[in-house]
């Protein structure tokens, strides 16, 4: 995770998804899954930056969840990240929000009795997941991995303070049948040899016996884990004797087949004739266990071991942890297993479907007629696949390459923009547009390039004549500015979304770039479509969110509509202009004066200072912003989404609605549930005396400041 960029999108998109749920439990899965994700970013100023912003959310989440229902391994996600929170933001144990999510989560811990005679929990070591699975298997034999069967392993996962017992991890363990020359079975890497030796004999005398066998159904097993290096005990046998049966009668042309349910995990020892020994008691707990903690449904366990497994069991069972199930299944020997219809699955073969697989063994006919038809498929989908209509109206984004489609879905083109650039367009909106820029009826497509080591020029908006595949014009967004009070070190500026205006009795159309700094200036630039030629620049010294097109006034002409933040003015602003002005500098205070460009010329500019919660939290917070704003043109209103403070990155604050009709005026205001809850909770512990009522609204109104209208 060390790309920015997709940390940033990542990021804009959980923030979404913290609005849209009102449990605490739905929010902390979506936090922690987020905070595992950053421990991998190497940078420690990103990983505060980000941590900073989201750890607010992540301990209120703590001290309003109910974990009674909740399983050992989510407490573990919950420690991880209460652990790096603390790590990387220092004294933060010493916040108040801090204390109260820790002893919140203390007490929910406690509720559980996963601890003895102290309340005190922690990591001791993560297990890493495991992305990609390795298969050992002899050179020419490919696990194909359609079955499997759960094994409990033990792993030392957990310490808990003054004891140190351990705690079982259920793992997956499977194998693949293969046609060879021999009846072998393939093992790879597994330590205890005898335990596979006893596992093997087993299983083939047990196949001889009741499938009939011989040398003509010649195959192959080969066996995969997940975690290999820890099968080094011999409770594995049982579980894996019945996987091999299992897979063998998949493989071979048999009357019926045989498959494991899911959620079935077995414990127990074997010998050759298939009899099922006893495995040490001592473990049996921990493999109870780990079961009892997952989704496993019935442990198979060796008859002798019953009485113990079932004390075991009702130990777990009386501490009040949730409402888990599982049973315990005694068996002495295989057939126990193998005609036990809650444990596998037996299905009848038509003579039809056997007719078939006889014949899908012969390679020679297999070969010709699945040569047939690939070559028939390949010649169907070349037909299919070539574009009837090569005008370019739509894109979709894949690896490297940004990829070109007419009204039909079919690719017209591939334009290679490099990995970077791909990520980065497919967290940000409208920064893909299609336009006829040469007249020639079919359209050219227009989008921005951040990555400078791409192929196309970085940081620059392209113009790409699809149909000759040549570039038509470049346009660098890059401009250097003199504050001479307030200094901007970067001439960068980025691309945050492009928009064209609609067509004005065949009036000439423009390309609208809202671009912005690293620090705090953006610049909405005007763009001629056909040339690629700046005609005018709007500067504003503070983020620009959004951007949108529409005529306002009913006369004809569209208006440019833009939100965002004035840093200068340190509130949330919403802007209007008219397409013949877009040029100069919007208003500003002196400490944000810039050299050599004019003042601009809105149509309107408004100013909507924090309320009550955003100048609560002044110390820490400079200003409010408007994320985003809707416009429903059939009732003709405008509705604008205001973040109670800072968000130059994405983060979770209180939001609040303000809507506005076509002259600009305030006709509601409205409230988001995170709003609520922290205005409820301020309002009752004394912080301010005000309550947030349609009184106060009416008085904040007031204060909303029209510069321009």
Not at 571 to 591: E, T
Request: with cysteine; charged share 25%.
């Amino acid at each position: 995770m060390t790309n920015p960029i997709l940390i940033e999108k990542r990021f804009r998109r959980i923030s979404k998804e913290l609005n849209l749920y009102f449990s605490s439990r739905n929010k902390l899965y979506i936090i922690i899954d987020f905070i595992e994700k950053l421990q991998k970013e190497e940078n420690a100023i990103t990983r505060y930056s980000y941590l900073y912003d989201i750890h607010h959310e992540f301990l209120t989440a703590i001290s309003t969840i109910d974990l009674k229902y909740t399983n050992i391994q989510f407490i573990r996600r919950i420690l991880s990240c209460f652990d790096l929170v603390k790590q990387s933001i220092p004294g933060i144990e010493k916040r108040q929000n801090f204390q109260e999510a820790k002893l919140n989560l203390i007490k929910e811990i406690s509720k559980l009795k996963i601890t003895l005679d102290t309340r005190s929990i922690f990591v001791h070591s993560h297990i890493e997941e495991i992305e990609n699975k390795q298969e050992y298997s002899k050179k020419g034999h490919t696990s194909i991995n359609k079955n499997y069967v759960n094994i409990p392993i033990l792993e030392k996962e957990i310490i808990l303070s003054k004891e140190t017992p351990r705690f079982a991890k259920v793992i997956q363990l499977e194998i693949a049948v293969k046609k060879s020359d021999h009846n072998e079975l393939i093992f790879p890497s597994l330590k205890n040899e005898k335990g596979l030796v006893r596992t093997i004999v087993a299983s083939q005398n047990y196949l001889s016996k009741n499938f009939r066998i011989n040398r003509r159904n010649n195959f192959t097993i080969s066996c995969v884990t997940d975690n290999h290096s820890v099968v080094i005990g011999e409770s594995y046998e049982l579980g894996l004797t019945i996987l091999t049966i299992c897979r063998v009668t998949h493989f071979l042309n048999l009357p019926r087949v045989y498959t494991i349910h899911d959620n079935i995990a077995f414990t127990g020892e074997i010998d050759e004739t298939g009899n099922i020994i006893p495995v040490n008691s001592e473990t049996l707990y921990l493999k109870i266990e780990a079961c009892f903690f997952s989704d496993i449904e019935i442990l198979v366990v060796p008859s002798i071991n019953l009485t113990v497994c079932k004390n075991f069991l009702e130990q777990l069972s009386k501490d009040d942890i949730g409402d888990y199930k599982l049973n315990l299944f005694p068996a002495s020997k295989i057939s126990d297993i193998i005609n036990e219809e809650k444990i596998i699955k037996q299905t009848l073969i038509s003579p039809a479907r056997r007719l078939v697989r006889k014949y899908q063994q012969n390679k020679i006919l297999k070969r010709t007629a699945l040569l047939t038809i690939f070559v028939a498929l390949i010649s169907l989908l070349l037909f299919l696949t070539i574009p009837i209509n090569k005008n370019p109206v739509n894109f979709s984004l894949m690896g490297e390459y940004l990829l070109v489609m007419n009204e039909y879905g079919q690719e017209i083109s591939n334009i290679k923009i490099g990995s970077e650039n791909v990520n980065y367009l497919m967290g940000v909106n409208n920064t893909v547009l299609f336009f006829d820029a040469n007249n020639d009826k079919f359209n050219e497509i227009i989008f921005y390039i951040r990555d400078e080591t791409s192929p196309l020029p970085g940081n620059s908006i392209i113009c790409y004549d699809v149909k000759n595949d040549s570039l038509i014009w470049t346009f660098e967004s890059k401009r250097e500015l003199l504050f001479p009070n307030n200094p901007v070190y970067s001439k960068k500026y980025y691309c945050r979304e492009m928009i064209i205006d609609g067509k004005e009795n065949n009036t000439k159309q423009n390309l609208y770039a809202l671009t912005y700094n690293d620090y705090y200036p953006s610049i909405l630039f005007q763009i001629d479509l056909i040339t690629g030629k700046e005609i005018s620049a709007y500067i504003h010294p503070g983020h620009l969110t959004d951007i949108d097109i529409i005529d306002l006034n009913n006369d004809g002409k569209e208006e440019i509509l833009l939100a965002g933040v004035n840093n200068s003015l340190h509130s949330a602003c919403f802007i209007v202009l008219d397409k013949n002005d877009v040029f100069g500098y919007a208003p500003h205070s002196a400490k944000y004066d810039l050299l050599n460009y004019s003042n601009s010329e809105e149509s309107a500019y408004i100013l909507f200072p924090p309320t009550i919660i955003g100048k609560r939290y002044a110390k820490n917070i400079s200003w409010n912003l408007i994320n985003d704003f809707q416009i429903d043109p059939n009732k003709k209103l405008v509705r604008l989404s205001i973040n109670d403070g800072n968000l130059l990155i994405a983060s979770v604050m209180p939001v609040y609605f303000i809507t506005l009709n076509f002259a600009l005026s305030v006709v509601d205001f409205n409230t988001s549930d995170v709003y609520d809850k922290l205005a409820d909770r301020l309002y009752s512990e004394g912080t301010f005396t005000t309550k947030i009522d349609q009184k106060y609204w009416k008085e904040y109104e007031k204060e909303i400041a029209y510069l321009k209208r």
